[in-house]
């Protein structure tokens, strides 16, 4: 990404703000890099810790997907686009489901559009376990998201233009996740929980980056890039936060699951799986050789009747590794 002009929607949130960090540091030659949000003061905040008198290659530009005519203007001089943008909290979205719609569809159709239009030359969106089988209407949106997003490569024409998706499970410590909120509410001495058999698929936020530079590397546009990682057991999550805390069982919450899925017994019948990842191929007849693709990443196809489900996962993180894993996320998550 040296000599590229980079733009990232959502800039501002907890993948964005790590995304920017882990670039700066690794491509320092990168030409441009583009915060694009519609919080004013989450940028300022930004700014503070990435400085453009210290990052002169960062633009902080104030705007919402919503608004085509506005991510046309962003988008003037851009090599690529990382799209994190999105209403992502489950009940907010339940409770207010245009709203969702507006930003994590239309907004998608809008990123997609203004790509497009602006010649822009690598694309790649966020998804969530939630968009596999959903349950709720934020991961219905975002299951419509990675159908525009997949399907986007059929109107590229002759450009070289693709777009791809990279879908994964909880990221450790990100806004409104269950880290953080069992970090406040065990100060109570009792912690909430909604069933005792939850499990989730976990990933930190610099593994979520890479999974985005292994993408905007290897894409050939319309996959689902998957990542091969651990599950943990919300029960596991309480023992590591606080052991001594007592336990509030209080049902699980509509539009929740008990396990999580990335991949579902009928997306397997047109997944490939590699060493560290699985790649959905696109459900239309792909401008691009299946076979030539299986073959360039030595991949095999996924045995009939197979499903990548949170709670059949075969890695899990124990009690041990997941108070580990926090520690390292935030240095307060943990009482010596």
């Not at 964005?16 to 905040?45: C, H, N, W």
């Not at 966020?126 to 968009?131: E, G, M, Q, V």
């Not at 997944?271 to 459900?283: A, G, Q, R």
Request: aromatic content about 10%; overall charge negative; proline content about 5%.
């Amino acid at each position: 990404m040296n000599g590229k002009s980079i733009l990232i929607t959502g800039g501002t949130g907890s993948f964005g703000k790590k995304f920017v960090e882990m670039t700066l540091a690794r491509y320092p030659k990168v030409e441009r890099l583009v915060i694009y949000s519609r919080d004013e003061l989450k940028q300022y905040e930004m700014e503070q810790i990435f400085p453009t008198k210290i990052y002169p290659q960062l633009r902080y530009f104030i705007g919402d997907v919503r608004d085509k005519d506005r991510l046309i203007r962003a988008l003037s001089g851009i090599d690529i686009i990382v799209h994190a943008a999105a209403l992502k909290q489950v009940p907010a979205a339940e409770y207010n489901p245009f709203e969702a719609v507006k930003t994590n569809i239309m907004g998608a159709q809008n990123v997609i559009d203004a790509a497009i239009t602006m010649k822009v030359n690598r694309v790649v969106a966020l998804s969530t376990d939630k968009a596999a089988a959903p349950i709720n209407l934020y991961g219905a949106t975002k299951l419509c998201s990675d159908k525009l997003f997949t399907a986007a490569n059929l109107f590229t024409g002759n450009s070289e233009l693709r777009f791809s998706v990279v879908r994964y499970g909880n990221v450790m410590g990100s806004r409104g996740s269950v880290i953080p909120f069992f970090m406040k509410e065990r100060n109570k001495g009792v912690l909430p929980i909604t069933d005792e058999r939850m499990t989730r698929f976990n990933i930190t936020l610099e593994a979520g980056v890479e999974l985005v530079y292994f993408a905007l590397q290897n894409m050939w546009g319309g996959e689902i890039f998957v990542p091969k990682i651990p599950s943990y057991r919300i029960m596991d999550v309480a023992k590591a936060i606080a052991p001594e805390c007592d336990i509030n069982f209080v049902g699980v919450r509509p539009g929740e699951k008990i396990h999580e899925e990335m991949i579902t017994e009928t997306d397997a019948l047109h997944t490939i799986e590699f060493d560290d990842y699985f790649v959905i191929l696109p459900s239309f007849v792909p401008l691009w050789n299946i076979n030539d693709f299986v073959n360039t990443f030595a991949g095999k196809p996924c045995p009939e009747g197979f499903r990548y489900n949170s709670g059949t996962n075969t890695e899990w993180l124990t009690v041990e590794e997941l108070r580990a894993l926090i520690y390292e996320t935030d240095d307060s998550a943990i009482e010596e």
